[in-house]
């Protein structure tokens, strides 16, 4: 049986929340975000056709028994709706762990109030909060009031150009142990925004093995291009990209003459060409975005959202 509260602490320095947690120990916890243990697809199977009183069958065309990923009271399976064919991600939340975590609590609070009685008012806070996360049905309405109002903003939709994508719950789906939700392709920010900056090392030939760590290799990235010691701005990242663009475009017409006037005799190989996909993402430009995304939730919503994946 998972210790949920003890999941949710190492998810909270995974993330690093509040800023408050060394590098070694979010590298640490990061496989409690989406990577615990996973529970069999018959265990599965049973609290969806228990919360539906029906065959799983009834409600989804295929359903895929391997998951995408478990966290610390579920885990999340790709599905299709027999309604409509929609592509539908699907998060059952485990047996028991409800249970389990009260009476985590209940054993902390009674330590506390023997030993560290101070402890006992923020533990009785937290534990109000927690229990939010064990209803699935108030979560699917969060998620439909917090997308519906960033939609009426103009900050969301499925325009490629707004600045993000919330994904649309199935209300009439959603229980207290399983939500239906739209189906969004994607990796984790932090996973691409690493990803991109080994490609563009890669791209000087250089690599991370060469400079150590992440911190010093960004470093190094940030002083090859005169970008800054506390990083550049979104602005001087989009004059950075033009310029990588320009060079790329050069190297495209270099290689076109090339590949006419040599690349066709026998023996030479000719040169590749460089798409868009080569360039860098602005990561100063999606932390414009982030913070007036959740700024737009927190003071004009009055909405926080802890869980930007």
């Excluded at 399976?77 to 409800?98: F, I, Q, W």
């Excluded at 108030?138 to 150009?161: P, T, Y």
């Excluded at 691409?192 to 030939?205: A, G, P, S, T």
Aim: some cysteine; glycine content about 6%.
């Amino acid at each position: 049986m998972f210790i949920a509260n003890e999941l949710f602490s190492g998810q909270m320095a995974a993330a690093n929340i509040g800023n408050a947690f060394p590098l070694i120990w979010q590298e640490t916890m990061a496989p409690l975000q989406d990577e615990c243990p996973v529970r069999p697809f018959e265990v599965v199977k049973s609290i969806i056709e228990s919360e539906y009183g029906k065959s799983i069958n009834e409600v989804f065309a295929t359903f895929e028994e391997t998951p995408l990923g478990a966290a610390s009271i579920g885990q999340v399976h790709r599905a299709t709706l027999n309604k409509d064919g929609s592509n539908v991600v699907v998060k059952v939340m485990y047996p028991g762990v409800e249970d389990v975590f009260r009476g985590d609590v209940r054993t902390i609070k009674m330590f506390c109030q023997l030993a560290q009685p101070v402890h006992v008012p923020p533990l009785i806070e937290i534990e109000k909060q927690f229990m939010t996360e064990f209803d699935y049905r108030r979560e699917s309405e969060q998620l439909d009031k917090v997308r519906n109002n960033m939609i009426k903003a103009n900050i969301s939709g499925d325009d490629a150009a707004q600045m993000c994508m919330i994904p649309k719950p199935y209300l009439d789906l959603c229980t207290k142990r399983v939500l239906v939700m739209e189906e969004l392709k994607g990796n984790k920010l932090v996973v691409e925004l690493k990803k991109d900056m080994k490609r563009q090392m890669n791209r000087m030939e250089k690599s991370l093995e060469k400079f150590g760590d992440e911190e010093t290799m960004e470093k190094s990235f940030t002083k090859e291009f005169s970008l800054g010691e506390n990083g550049p701005s979104a602005q001087e990242y989009d004059t950075f990209i033009r310029l990588l663009d320009a060079k790329r475009r050069m190297s495209n017409v270099y290689s076109t003459l090339y590949n006419v006037s040599l690349g066709w005799l026998p023996g030479i190989k000719k040169k590749e060409y460089e798409g868009k996909s080569v360039l860098p993402i602005n990561h100063a430009k999606i932390i414009d975005e982030l913070l007036y995304i959740h700024g737009h939730q927190v003071l004009v919503d009055g909405v926080f959202n802890g869980d930007p994946q």
